[in-house]
């Protein structure tokens, strides 16, 4: 791909050079960015002061490529070594169209100029034809840009859509400094889809973002400033509170997947970090070589997360995408995975949020990291992009892509997208007018045990589809912790002991992944029954009935420690006659960070402030109710099972998430469940979803491992 240099309307814009002075011989340039301040070309080892009002505000030294990076600056004055430089807000106007516009891109490999002079490396994958064409972007620190990373560009080339894969700044052959999820990225990604829209050869002047884990959540970022040619976003298996969900989930920081996640956009945000940038030095790209020099200016994701235990609203509210989900004014697909051993799938509880868009679709499942690209989930979502983005009856050429995409994610091969609605000879605005009659919330229940197909395989056994998420439906219900280990419709009335056991982190794995591949249909489990006096487990009475939840849920406990402070894990599992025992889902929490958002949180939602403000030991020698979080599922218990919970300290719950619990050795904790003391399960049971009446076979449901139960 050629790139048309716009350095001429940039210049006096965005740079100023600093003259030759006896003190500094040496030329360097200032590149102010939204909050941001750049040195470049410095002379390593100098120190610099910024100042403003005469004041010195931050100093800086700069580093051995000749950069130094200055953030979260106030907008306004400074100067540098005596030269004055503006530094815009984040909040500015967007450069005008003729910004955009003097951009040229083509087939191939190069670059895209943000408004600061940041150049972000891009590649453009069109498909046969003359064209124009419909156009999606992937957007993210990844290495979407990498002219060998080849595999949705195929797979969008396919279904007739030009593809564009641009790294974020700081990433791959982008200029800049690196942070995730920074604000600046915000309006690179806005840039990015305006510099694209500008090109000839895209279809209508919009393109569509899609993109699944790190590129869907950076959809997110990219569309919340409105760029005014922007079609439809298609976020797959994100975030929604950055906090609480993933990095932080009931206060307690995840080590298991948060923090060596972070640790590898580190190693891949420096110098040459993803390999592929090599390659294109080495031929002659000297703007990518250019580009690395400020990457030893990255601040240490690491050291922020340790920084910031608590929610801040300096730091986390920034990047809690449920903050600005309601500025996005496109069409919205979500897709996630209630298991989710990444990402967490907590996101569907941001569907609601979406108040700007015009349209808001979900299909929600069981499964892992990937089900979002699963085929009970691909057929919709390429027919959303054919409407939305394409502006056309959706094709079929989805039935041969699909199967070809499941497979060399998950190994199942042999199999076809089910059926879905039809659009066979309708009219475009007819076909748009039968997709936005549908229900937007789809369910996919007991994915992985699909009639007639290999256990294991990405296609659900039922769907059901609602209007809203939340589902409006949707009745608190609760189960009553009974002192012997009972789960009761009724609560207990009378005064009884409290039960106890030794919070222990050791006393199991910390993940209960081993192996096979955790996206394929068998992965290897070590999933744990809890040794004895380590946890608790309470258990209803057989089911007189289906009951099927969906949502989120609670579980409100009264307990004591004779630390300070405790972490929970509960877990929700589904034991059946057959003495076979199902995961469902899980919920964690640090008991200091029990004060709720009262406004935010409902009977089967509790919100956390976790707030340093509001944290506070457990009082010595009395029982204090804390509310735990399930995270949202959906799970159909089938009559004749039982509904079990189970408390202890975190892990062995969730593939691949671990926790830096802060338990004391030898931990005492006990949980109240008596007339003063009424600790409850609290789930959002659905009425009158029908449900096919023989169980999946134990282990066929995807991410929910099967055990034996001793009871």
Same mark, same amino acid.
């Given at each position: 791909?050629?790139?048309?240099?716009?350095?001429?309307?940039?210049?006096?814009?965005?740079?100023?050079?600093?003259?030759?002075?006896?003190?500094?011989?040496?030329?360097?340039?200032?590149?102010?960015?939204?909050?941001?301040?750049?040195?470049?070309?410095?002379?390593?080892?100098?120190?610099?002061?910024?100042?403003?009002?005469?004041?010195?505000?931050?100093? $800086?030294?700069?580093?051995?490529?000749? =950069?130094? @990076?200055?953030?979260?600056?106030?907008?306004?004055?400074?100067?540098?070594?005596?030269?004055?430089?503006?530094?815009?807000?984040?909040?500015?106007?967007?450069?005008?169209?003729?910004?955009?516009?003097?951009?040229?891109?083509?087939?191939?490999?190069?670059?895209?100029?943000?408004?600061?002079?940041?150049?972000?490396?891009?590649?453009?994958?069109?498909?046969?034809?003359?064209?124009?064409?419909?156009?999606?972007?992937?957007?993210?620190?990844? !290495?979407?840009?990498?002219?060998?990373?080849?595999?949705?560009?195929?797979?969008?080339?396919?279904?007739?859509?030009?593809?564009?894969?641009?790294?974020? +700044?700081?990433?791959?052959? =982008?200029?800049?400094?690196?942070?995730?999820?920074?604000?600046?990225?915000?309006?690179? $990604?806005?840039?990015?889809?305006?510099?694209?829209?500008?090109?000839?050869?895209?279809?209508?002047?919009?393109?569509?973002?899609?993109?699944?884990?790190?590129?869907?959540?950076?959809?997110?970022?990219?569309?919340?400033?409105?760029?005014?040619?922007?079609?439809?976003?298609?976020?797959?298996?994100?975030?929604?509170?950055?906090?609480?969900?993933?990095?932080?989930?009931? $206060?307690?920081?995840?080590?298991?997947?948060?923090?060596?996640?972070?640790?590898?956009?580190?190693?891949?945000?420096?110098?040459?970090?993803?390999?592929?940038?090599?390659?294109?030095?080495?031929?002659?790209?000297?703007?990518?070589?250019?580009?690395?020099?400020?990457?030893?200016?990255?601040?240490?994701?690491?050291?922020?997360?340790?920084?910031?235990?608590?929610?801040?609203?300096?730091?986390?509210?920034?990047?809690?995408?449920?903050?600005?989900?309601?500025?996005?004014?496109?069409?919205?697909?979500?897709?996630?995975?209630?298991?989710?051993?990444?990402?967490?799938?907590?996101?569907?509880?941001?569907?609601?949020?979406?108040?700007?868009?015009?349209?808001?679709?979900?299909?929600?499942?069981?499964?892992?990291?990937?089900?979002?690209?699963?085929?009970?989930?691909?057929?919709?979502?390429?027919?959303?992009?054919?409407?939305?983005?394409?502006?056309?009856?959706?094709?079929?050429?989805?039935?041969?892509? @699909?199967?070809?995409?499941?497979?060399?994610?998950? $190994?199942?091969?042999?199999?076809?997208?089910?059926?879905?609605?039809?659009?066979?000879?309708?009219?475009?605005?007819?076909?748009?007018?039968?997709?936005?009659?549908?229900?937007?919330?789809?369910?996919?229940?007991?994915?992985?045990?699909?009639?007639?197909?290999?256990?294991?395989?990405?296609?659900?056994?039922?769907?059901?589809?609602?209007?809203?998420?939340?589902?409006?439906?949707?009745?608190?219900?609760?189960?009553?912790?009974?002192?012997?280990?009972?789960?009761?419709?009724?609560?207990?009335?009378?005064?009884?002991?409290?039960?106890?056991?030794? @919070?222990?982190?050791?006393?199991?794995?910390?993940?209960?992944?081993?192996?096979?591949?955790?996206?394929?249909?068998?992965?290897?489990?070590?999933?744990?029954?809890?040794?004895?006096?380590?946890?608790?487990?309470?258990?209803?009475?057989?089911?007189?009935?289906?009951?099927?939840?969906?949502?989120?849920?609670?579980?409100?406990?009264?307990? +004591?420690?004779?630390?300070?402070?405790?972490?929970?894990?509960?877990?929700?599992?589904?034991?059946?006659?057959?003495?076979?025992?199902?995961?469902?889902?899980?919920?964690?929490?640090?008991?200091?960070?029990?004060?709720? !958002?009262?406004?935010?949180?409902?009977?089967?939602?509790?919100?956390?402030?976790?707030?340093?403000?509001?944290?506070?030991?457990?009082?010595?020698?009395?029982?204090?109710?804390?509310?735990?979080?399930?995270?949202?599922?959906?799970?159909?218990? +089938?009559?004749?099972?039982?509904?079990?919970?189970?408390?202890?300290?975190?892990?062995?719950?969730?593939?691949?998430?671990?926790?830096?619990?802060?338990?004391?050795?030898?931990?005492?904790?006990?949980?109240?469940?008596?007339?003063?003391?009424?600790?409850?399960?609290?789930?959002?049971?659905?009425?009158?979803?029908?449900?096919?009446?023989?169980?999946?076979?134990?282990?066929?449901?995807?991410?929910?491992?099967?055990?034996?139960?001793?009871?």
């Amino acid at each position: 791909m050629r790139f048309v240099a716009i350095a001429a309307l940039l210049a006096g814009l965005l740079t100023a050079t600093v003259p030759a002075t006896a003190a500094d011989p040496a030329d360097f340039t200032l590149r102010p960015g939204a909050n941001q301040l750049y040195v470049l070309d410095a002379t390593p080892g100098t120190t610099l002061d910024l100042v403003q009002g005469g004041a010195v505000v931050q100093s $800086g030294t700069v580093d051995e490529a000749g =950069s130094l @990076a200055w953030r979260e600056l106030d907008a306004g004055e400074y100067t540098v070594a005596g030269v004055g430089v503006t530094v815009p807000d984040i909040d500015d106007p967007a450069p005008p169209q003729s910004f955009y516009d003097a951009q040229t891109l083509g087939d191939g490999f190069g670059y895209i100029t943000a408004r600061d002079g940041t150049t972000l490396s891009a590649n453009v994958s069109l498909p046969d034809g003359d064209g124009p064409f419909p156009t999606v972007v992937e957007y993210s620190g990844y !290495d979407p840009s990498n002219p060998a990373n080849t595999r949705f560009a195929t797979l969008f080339n396919a279904l007739g859509y030009a593809y564009v894969g641009v790294n974020i +700044r700081g990433t791959g052959c =982008s200029g800049g400094s690196f942070l995730s999820f920074e604000p600046v990225q915000s309006l690179d $990604g806005y840039d990015v889809i305006e510099a694209i829209a500008a090109q000839s050869w895209v279809e209508f002047g919009k393109v569509g973002m899609v993109g699944i884990s790190y590129p869907g959540i950076s959809q997110l970022y990219a569309a919340r400033y409105q760029p005014p040619h922007l079609a439809a976003i298609a976020p797959l298996s994100v975030i929604d509170d950055t906090y609480r969900s993933t990095l932080y989930p009931g $206060g307690i920081l995840n080590t298991g997947f948060a923090v060596p996640w972070a640790a590898e956009r580190t190693e891949q945000a420096a110098p040459y970090g993803q390999g592929w940038e090599e390659g294109r030095v080495e031929s002659g790209d000297t703007t990518c070589e250019e580009n690395q020099a400020v990457r030893l200016q990255n601040p240490d994701p690491l050291q922020l997360l340790e920084d910031n235990p608590f929610y801040g609203y300096r730091y986390y509210d920034r990047i809690n995408p449920t903050n600005f989900a309601g500025d996005i004014n496109v069409p919205v697909f979500l897709a996630a995975a209630w298991q989710d051993e990444q990402t967490g799938g907590h996101s569907a509880e941001m569907l609601d949020d979406f108040t700007g868009s015009p349209h808001v679709y979900a299909s929600l499942a069981n499964g892992s990291h990937t089900e979002a690209l699963s085929l009970g989930i691909f057929g919709r979502y390429a027919d959303f992009l054919d409407l939305y983005v394409a502006r056309r009856v959706p094709t079929t050429m989805k039935q041969f892509v @699909a199967p070809i995409l499941a497979e060399s994610i998950t $190994g199942v091969g042999g199999l076809q997208l089910p059926p879905g609605p039809t659009y066979a000879g309708m009219t475009y605005r007819q076909a748009l007018k039968s997709f936005e009659a549908q229900k937007p919330v789809q369910v996919l229940f007991e994915e992985g045990a699909a009639a007639g197909q290999p256990a294991g395989s990405p296609l659900p056994r039922f769907v059901r589809s609602f209007d809203a998420w939340p589902v409006p439906q949707a009745k608190p219900t609760s189960w009553y912790l009974g002192a012997a280990g009972q789960l009761r419709p009724t609560p207990v009335l009378r005064d009884a002991d409290a039960r106890g056991y030794v @919070a222990d982190p050791s006393a199991l794995p910390k993940t209960n992944f081993t192996g096979g591949g955790i996206w394929g249909p068998n992965p290897t489990y070590d999933w744990r029954q809890i040794p004895d006096a380590t946890g608790l487990g309470w258990i209803s009475k057989p089911l007189k009935k289906n009951v099927v939840a969906a949502g989120t849920g609670s579980v409100d406990l009264w307990v +004591r420690s004779d630390a300070p402070d405790t972490d929970l894990e509960v877990t929700l599992t589904e034991v059946r006659p057959n003495g076979t025992e199902v995961y469902v889902q899980s919920g964690w929490l640090r008991a200091s960070h029990r004060k709720l !958002d009262a406004a935010a949180s409902t009977p089967i939602k509790p919100v956390h402030t976790d707030l340093e403000e509001d944290a506070s030991p457990l009082p010595a020698g009395t029982f204090t109710k804390v509310r735990v979080e399930l995270f949202p599922f959906a799970q159909p218990f +089938r009559k004749g099972s039982r509904i079990r919970i189970t408390v202890d300290a975190p892990g062995n719950a969730r593939p691949q998430w671990a926790f830096d619990t802060t338990v004391a050795d030898g931990e005492h904790v006990w949980i109240a469940a008596d007339g003063k003391h009424r600790s409850r399960l609290v789930l959002p049971v659905v009425p009158g979803v029908k449900v096919p009446q023989q169980r999946p076979p134990c282990a066929s449901l995807r991410s929910q491992p099967c055990r034996t139960f001793p009871g």
